[in-house]
């Protein structure tokens, strides 16, 4: 029997409370470590895998499998996490590399080894340091100058969404046949429609519009509430999960109160991922109006619990939402408040969004994404032999 392909995995952007970006890594490592790729190969080859992380869920879950690292080097540290994350990649693992005889490096984040011993595969889920420079501009230079010379030092090239790829070709001039397309994917054992009444009780919660995600202007969060205060109905809430951040909250809040909805306003601050389902499945309907998206993972985590969905027809969304959810115009104060109204009104309209939107959220799984992503491993391996 052939000895398997060693790949080492990057696991150091696991974050305590996840988000968008961590939740995606958390999900793929666990199917990628628990075997779920190239099912459908020929020849069944599976992979030999290491993963590098700090995460106690990889270590207890995986404790043959994980190399420890340093946990100074996770996001949750900061700006000085990230600075000493990128020069281990260098440095310190490099150099393992060349030791351990690893025959693939795969980053399902976009970082990774400038002058890598091996091949590297790198996955980019979004260019918002390019697009909005304001909101990380220690990014934007790493996004500038980094980011395409470490992609023209790789392999192979991951996104999530023609979108990000389509911005990758047109921003770095990179060749498109070099970068894959492989969507994310959501936890079906979790996600799916289901009703607790006791989290009703808990958050003070009635009949209500959702939002999910953080507070970042692009978000567009910020017309959605002025949308929600015009709207003439007067008996519906307007929840929102996600991060009080120091930053971007206190915009918000201060437009909040200056609305007369504000008492109809909720927010909840992060809640447990073990609470979102429900919030969704009870909810009237998911208000996502961003404006910019390398993905929209909400969108697909409202569908599969069957909750409507309202959102913008801009960037990757509407490979996630395709004609199963009702689009808005983002820009639009008013079509965001149509959008919320015909979705309060028209009993039909709802209905047929939950039934498409079910089953939209079935074409999507972290198993098929750990697939695409095991093909891409498989390519890339072979191309080198």
Request: charged letters at 20%.
């Amino acid at each position: 029997m052939s000895q398997l392909p060693k790949i080492a995995i990057n696991g150091t952007y696991i974050q305590e409370q996840g988000s968008g970006l961590g939740v995606v890594n958390q999900n793929l490592i666990a199917e990628l470590m628990n075997g779920n790729c190239l099912k459908d190969s020929l020849d069944q080859r599976q992979f030999n895998f290491r993963l590098y992380s700090q995460a106690d869920c990889f270590k207890s879950q995986y404790p043959q499998q994980v190399i420890p690292v340093d946990p100074s080097l996770s996001p949750d540290r900061g700006f000085s996490g990230h600075i000493k994350r990128i020069f281990w990649y260098q440095t310190v693992l490099n150099q393992q590399f060349k030791h351990q005889q690893a025959d693939l490096f795969f980053s399902p984040v976009a970082e990774g080894i400038f002058f890598p011993c091996i091949p590297q595969i790198v996955t980019v889920h979004d260019l918002i340091p390019l697009k909005y420079p304001e909101l990380s501009p220690k990014w934007k230079y790493y996004y500038l100058y980094a980011l395409p010379f470490l992609l023209k030092q790789s392999q192979g090239i991951i996104c999530v969404s023609e979108y990000t790829k389509q911005d990758l070709v047109k921003n770095y001039r990179l060749d498109p046949d070099s970068i894959n397309v492989v969507y994310n994917g959501y936890a079906q054992d979790l996600f799916y429609p289901q009703a607790d009444p006791r989290i009703l009780q808990q958050y003070g919660l009635d009949k209500y519009l959702l939002y999910v995600g953080d507070m970042r202007f692009y978000k567009n969060l910020s017309r959605c509430l002025e949308a929600f205060d015009s709207l003439p109905l007067k008996d519906y809430q307007f929840v929102i999960t996600g991060k009080k951040d120091d930053f971007f909250y206190p915009e918000i809040e201060r437009q909040t109160a200056k609305l007369a909805a504000k008492d109809r306003i909720i927010f909840l601050d992060y809640v447990p991922t073990a609470v979102l389902p429900s919030l969704y499945s009870m909810a009237q309907a998911l208000v996502f109006a961003s404006l910019y998206e390398g993905f929209g993972l909400p969108v697909l985590e409202a569908m599969a619990c069957g909750c409507p969905v309202i959102t913008s027809k801009v960037t990757s969304i509407p490979e996630v939402g395709g004609n199963s959810v009702l689009y808005v115009d983002p820009y639009s104060v008013d079509s965001i408040a149509q959008g919320m109204y015909q979705i309060l009104t028209n009993t039909e309209l709802k209905t047929n969004l939950i039934h498409q939107g079910l089953a939209r959220g079935k074409l999507f799984s972290w198993e098929l994404t750990a697939q695409g992503v095991g093909q891409v491993l498989e390519n890339c391996l072979n191309s080198g032999n």
